[in-house]
Structures are given as structure tokens and as C-alpha cells.
């Protein structure tokens, strides 16, 4: 066994000790209204800000309390987001955003089947989301379009959580959904087998996506955000 393997080990069963002693210290959820005590403070895991249900919640979307915005009600900025994408194409910020997520497609390695993703770390799962993109051949203008339809969303929402994790989760989950799985076909007919596996559309993985494209259009929405349609 090597020295390598014996710390991870070593560190996994400290984080596992740790996690199943709980605190006194964290005994309130810090979500307004929620009256259960923080996971730290349960021997249920590390988090000291939010019990169980608000760190799911807070894993799946960005936020402990705010959902995720329903394909309905973000899929007209979508169309509005890349309409106007396009018909700015020769725009500095329009470009450098494009190029920006050209590289990110570019620079993700080779591309990892959905099925061969369990016990990579959350960095490379996310470098994996960018190679499926990639595989699947999908327009960077739609990548850019979704950043600017969250943007335009929150933009328009009076009562929108306009924190930057929120809206990076936000987006990461649509381009998540661009190409999102791995799809094979054996033989044919009544007697063929499909198989069909999607990866998990939370946790850091998706703000690692987020972040990676927050950097890449960060120019064009401090430039455009206010010239963009309003729905």
C-alpha cells in the first residue's frame, strides 16, 4: 500500500470521526424559520450553517431556500438570450464570451463516458460536463445564452436571489442539460439493450461549472446585462 493511499485513508476516516460527533455549538439551521439544528450539530456531517433538508436543497440548487428557476419559466429568456446573441455576434464582448467558452471546451480533457464518473473529484467531473459539450458538438452561443438568460431572469425577478453561487448553479444546471448523459444501443429489435445513465445535476460539480462560466462572460454581462430584451 502506498504512502499516498494510506493518508487519503487516514484523512477519510478522520472526516468520517469528525462528522459523526456532534457540537453543541451549531444547535440552530441558520435559514430564517427553521427550527432544527445544523448537521454539525447532530453527528449527521460537517455543515455548521444548515440542517439536512436545507443542505440538500442548498446542494441541488445554490440556494437553502430559493428553487431552481422551471424549464418554463427560464426557456423564453433562453430563446430572447440567444436571438440577440446572434444578431451581435461581431460585438468584442459577444466574441470574447464565445472564445472564452470555446477554450473551456477545448482545454476539458477527453471526453469520460457518464457511467465511468463515480470516485473522480468534483473538478474532474466537471471538466467531464465540459468534454460531453463538447462530444455533443453544442454551440457555444447556447452555453453563453444560458449564463445571459439566468442573468436576465434574476434581472427581471423582484423577489430573485441575486447571490452569485445561486445563479452559477442556475446555469450550470441548464448547459448540464445540453448533454448530459450517455446513451448506447446493443443489437436490434424487440431483443435489443439499451443502456441510459445521467450524472448527478448537483454539489460542487455544478459550481465548478458555474465559476468556469461566470469567468468567461463576466465582460459581456458587465458591459450588455442592461441592453439585453426584456421578456
Known sequence: MTAKLIRKRERKAEVKARAT????????CRVVGCSKPARAGTGDGLDTRFCRSHA?????HGSPY???????EIAPYRVAALAWLEANRSDTYVSNAVDRVVTLLRASGPHVEAFRLRGLAPQERARAAWARL???RIDPLRVVAA??????ITRDDPQAERKAEFKQVQAAKLIHRMASGTHK???????????????R???RVLRHVGEAL?????????HHLQRLPQI
Open 21 to 28: 460527533e456532534p457540537s453543541a455549538m451549531f444547535t440552530r
Open 56 to 60: 440538500d436543497h442548498n446542494a441541488r
Open 66 to 72: 430559493q428553487a431552481s428557476y422551471r424549464a418554463r
Open 134 to 136: 463538447r462530444k455533443a
Open 147 to 152: 449564463w445571459l438568460a439566468v442573468e436576465m
Open 185 to 199: 444501443r446493443w443489437g436490434e429489435g424487440p431483443t435489443a439493450t439499451e443502456l441510459h445513465v445521467y450524472p
Open 201 to 203: 445535476s448537483r454539489g
Open 214 to 222: 461566470n469567468e468567461a462572460v463576466e465582460l459581456l454581462v458587465q
